[in-house]
């Protein structure tokens, strides 16, 4: 079946470290998004990628780094700078006709 | 940028009961869709709506967007019905702008 996935689940991360979230589609879609979401809010826009080797800043990207080299893969860099990390990441891919398809999520907590 | 409003912010049905949900936006739009967010996170895509009226069992969806509205309808409540509510949206910048949800209870 085709979709996104998301790895790990669950992230612990230690004050000062950097941690690479995971997510990979086989859906074949061009464009692939990091939304951030916080409990009890809506989803905010960190990155999106239309294109391979392509991404643009959303909304929130400070403290964040992402790189586009495989159409299928779209990972994001949780760095030293962003100050609140723990939060429920959630990733997303879009076709034009079809609207957007989002994976299960990672759920990082700072330690 | 865009304003997405959400209402009611929360609600609370008896099983069997129906219910209208309704997203306001502030700004033409490419791409409207309505999601649920089960009490795990995961966001399942109920509706691709920028236009017009479409139904899926129980649920239908109407977006009218030369008056900048969409509207989630949902008929006989079932207790798997609950979680969150997402209106989204694409004006053009080709990502979604989410609004802040309304969480809804399905009691039996």
């Known amino acids: 079946d085709g979709g996104i996935t998301q790895s790990p689940k669950y992230l612990f991360r230690k004050e000062g470290q950097n941690v690479t979230l995971s997510c990979e589609q086989n859906?074949?879609?061009?464009?692939m998004y990091w939304y951030r979401q916080d409990p009890g809010q809506g989803l905010r826009l960190i990155y999106y990628?239309?294109?391979?080797?392509?991404?643009q800043k959303g909304d929130i990207a400070e403290g964040y780094s992402v790189s586009r080299e495989k159409k299928e893969s779209f990972p994001l860099t949780v760095t030293s700078a962003q100050k609140n990390p723990t939060a429920f990441y959630l990733c997303?891919?879009?076709?034009?006709?079809?609207?957007?398809?989002f994976g299960s999520g990672t759920r990082l907590t700072v330690v | 940028g865009i304003q997405v409003e959400q209402s009611p912010p929360d609600l609370i049905l008896q099983e069997g009961a129906n219910s209208t949900l309704r997203c306001n936006f502030s700004?033409?739009?490419?791409?409207l869709q309505w999601f649920h967010q089960n009490p795990w996170g995961q966001l399942i895509n109920l509706f691709y709506?920028?236009?017009g009226t479409k139904q899926n069992g129980r649920l239908s969806a109407t977006t009218v967007a030369t008056e900048r509205y969409s509207l989630l309808y949902i008929s006989s409540s079932q207790t798997t019905d609950s979680g969150v509510y997402f209106c989204?949206?694409?004006?053009?910048?080709?990502?979604?702008?989410f609004g802040s949800g309304t969480r809804l209870q399905v009691q039996p």
């Open positions: 700004d033409s739009v490419n791409n």
């Open positions: 997303a891919s879009h076709r034009t006709d079809y609207g957007y398809t």
């Open positions: 989204a949206l694409d004006t053009g910048r080709r990502a979604l702008t």
């Open positions: 709506i920028p236009s």
């Open positions: 859906l074949n879609h061009d464009a």
């Open positions: 990628s239309q294109i391979v080797n392509d991404f």
